[in-house]
């Protein structure tokens, strides 16, 4: 093999070596410690999403089209947060709807397009939000201080979408009774053999301190 191809998929291997651990890394570690990683090292950003892209492209049904119908029932001018957007489908796709992208990390090319924050403290007024998207983003270990702030930035009587891997969950039923003890109650539940989906409704004062999710570890090759 001439030593360029090599070269490639030397490359291509360490890449994906790194973002198994970096996936392993978000879904072990607190908000603050991935944030900080990211800052840090801000290329890790597109070598994760390139990662989770091959990822993606395995799995028969797409998160982003459970997210895609949750945003076009928003007709006037809502404001909607995708929170932990990684590489901003949603704002890019619907640029019609009202849509602020945040996380801790992104690339040149969508940088107007994202807010760098901690989903565990982000950078807006309390109740400003109309709903929020969470998909797949519900990452780091302190889950509490995620709910916590997805209460705070939304709006009374405002919807937030979460859309979760589902194995990690035993019972679709018992995680949506845990984020309701954070002020929140369920109208819709979904869920298929890869994914499931909550839709809830802030109802009211709430602070809940337990973990709702399991890791979601990819197999080391
Ligand atoms: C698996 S990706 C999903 C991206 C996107 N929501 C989607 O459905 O394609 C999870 C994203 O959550 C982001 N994330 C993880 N922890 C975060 C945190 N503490 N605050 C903000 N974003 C975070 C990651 O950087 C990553 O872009």
Redesign the pocket.
């Given at each position: 093999m001439p030593p360029v191809k090599n070269h490639a998929k030397t490359k291509q291997n360490m890449n994906s070596s790194i973002f198994r651990l970096l996936n392993e890394e978000?879904y072990t570690k607190s908000?603050?410690f991935?944030?900080q990683k990211?800052k840090e090292s801000p290329e890790l950003?597109k070598i994760?999403?390139d990662g989770?892209k091959q990822q993606?492209d395995q799995w028969p049904i797409k998160?982003?089209d459970i997210?895609s119908k949750f945003v076009q029932q928003f007709k006037n001018n809502e404001k909607i947060g995708?929170?932990?957007?990684?590489?901003a489908?949603?704002a890019q796709k619907f640029k019609q709807c009202n849509i602020e992208s945040?996380?801790?990390?992104c690339t040149d090319d969508i940088k107007e397009l994202v807010r760098i924050?901690?989903?565990?403290n982000l950078p807006v007024a309390d109740e400003y939000f109309d709903a929020l998207?969470?998909?797949?983003?519900i990452?780091?270990t302190d889950q509490y201080k995620?709910l916590n702030e997805a209460h705070r930035i939304l709006k009374m009587n405002g919807t937030m979408l979460i859309?979760e891997v589902i194995s990690r969950v035993k019972n679709v039923d018992e995680f949506a009774k845990k984020v309701e003890k954070y002020g929140f109650k369920c109208t819709i539940k979904e869920e298929n053999k890869f994914f499931f989906s909550c839709e809830f409704q802030k109802i009211e004062k709430g602070e809940g301190t337990g973990g709702l999710l399991d890791p979601c570890i990819y197999k080391r090759r």
């Open positions: 978000l908000s603050g991935s944030a990211f950003f994760y999403h989770y993606l998160p982003f997210a995708d929170i932990g957007c990684g590489t489908q949603l945040f996380d801790i990390g924050a901690n989903m565990t998207v969470y998909s797949l983003s990452m780091p995620v859309i």
